[in-house]
């Protein structure tokens, strides 16, 4: 009768342990902070249609405001990789790009630094991609400007040889946090 005893409360330990450290470790991994959405991948990693997609992004958001008209002179140094069709639609609208953001920072000859990402949380097609960026402004003298806090997402297509065969985006406002949040 003992014998059984001891091993009913053996097995209840071992059950009660292995029960606690099953907790532990999924109370662990359900604190461990959120990967960060927005990290580029390693361009090894990247498909083609990914590398493609990332370098248009990257200099779609590359602005000089001092010598670009408008925003779409970017898009127009982004045609190479798109078909003939869809970079001959490329249009700039007749007046200049405006706002604060703009004027100063062609006043500071800066120009827009992006910060682009696959954007693995949109569900598209295998021949689409998406992608986020955001930017700084950096003056000529290296200091960073203040800018609004806005993201592209972009959603590319392509066709069948690789080739960006239509594009567009969003801009949205990302959320500032209050100055007296920390």
Known sequence: MKRHKILWIVLIVLVGAATIALG?????????????????EPAAELTQHEQTAVEAA???TTWNPAS????????DRASHP????RASKITPPERPA??????????HEATSKPTVAINYFTETDENTVSVF???EWIADSGETLPSDSEERIYYFSFNEV???????????????APENEN
Request: charged share 30%; hydrophobic share 35%; net charge negative.
């Open 24 to 40: 532990a470790i999924m109370l662990q991994s359900t604190n461990e902070e959120a990967p960060d959405v927005r990290s580029a």
């Open 98 to 107: 405006r706002g604060q953001e703009w004027i100063e920072a062609a006043q």
């Open 162 to 176: 690789g080739e960006i065969h239509d594009y567009s985006y969003e801009t949205i406002r990302q959320r500032q």
């Open 82 to 85: 798109m078909t003939d069709e």
């Open 68 to 75: 670009d008209y408008n925003r779409t002179a970017a898009e």
């Open 58 to 60: 990257t200099i779609m």
């Open 133 to 135: 960026a955001t930017w």
